[in-house]
């Protein structure tokens, strides 16, 4: 079955740390670059990192660069995302998402996503 | 940073047409995506570089572009429709980095 699922969320103090997992299986996840999307309670989506599919480069939204850190191992079909200095508003609902080869810049294949609470 | 504007909301009653609008300066260099997310599960992809429709979604999901506008149309709405639909193109200096629209809220009357 061609799927995403993700883990790692909870609730966590302000600076503190988190590291978020998202497992795949039923596609050939080497192939493709992945990405984190995260969405906060009642608000849109936002992209957050990428990595390429050969984890030889990344890249961050502004708010998370520096704090947040965006791996893969290809071997064990899994994305990583360690989440550190972590602030209230970093609270939300983390997507991973796998970014189309033959549809563009798409992101056609989501998990059902990781709930992230900072708050003391 | 670039910015994609979607209005936030849209009411039309069931068998009609709703159009929802995404607009952003490099559109016309970037393709667009659209996402439908139904409350409480994942975003789902219905149209990709513009005006393709992947396999699976009802034909009654269009797309069309013109300028620094691009367009979702839903032909013939119905109930199941309602969710909040979002735009998605890459940010115009670096395809790599994506940007999102505010999303729209589709509600269907």
């Known amino acids: 079955q061609v799927q995403l699922v993700e883990s790692g969320g909870g609730v966590v103090q302000p600076g503190r740390s988190l590291r978020l997992s998202c497992a795949a299986s039923g596609f050939s996840f080497s192939d493709h670059s992945m990405h984190w999307v995260r969405q906060a309670p009642g608000k849109g989506l936002e992209w957050v990192a990428v990595?390429?599919?050969?984890?030889?480069?990344?890249h961050y939204v502004d708010s998370v660069r520096g704090r947040f850190t965006i791996s893969r191992d290809n071997s064990k079909k899994t994305l990583d995302l360690q989440l550190n200095s972590l602030r209230a508003e970093d609270t939300a609902l983390y997507y991973c998402a796998r970014d189309s080869n033959d549809q563009g810049d798409a992101f056609d294949l989501w998990g059902q996503g990781t709930m992230v609470t900072v708050s003391s | 940073s670039y910015e994609l504007t979607q209005p936030p909301s849209v009411s039309v009653s069931p068998g009609q047409t709703a159009r929802i609008t995404c607009s952003g300066d490099a559109l016309p260099k970037q393709y667009v995506y659209w996402y439908q997310q139904k409350r409480g599960q994942a975003p789902l992809m219905i149209i990709y570089k513009d005006i393709e429709r992947p396999s699976g979604i009802p034909e009654r999901f269009s797309g069309s572009s013109s300028g620094t506008t691009v367009t979702l149309t839903i032909s013939g709405v119905q109930a199941e429709d309602e969710a909040d639909y979002y735009c998605?193109?890459?940010?115009?200096?670096?395809?790599?980095?994506?940007?999102f629209g505010g999303g729209t809220k589709l509600t269907v009357l």
């Open positions: 998605q193109s890459g940010d115009r200096s670096a395809s790599y980095v994506r940007v």
């Open positions: 990595i390429w599919y050969d984890g030889t480069n990344e």
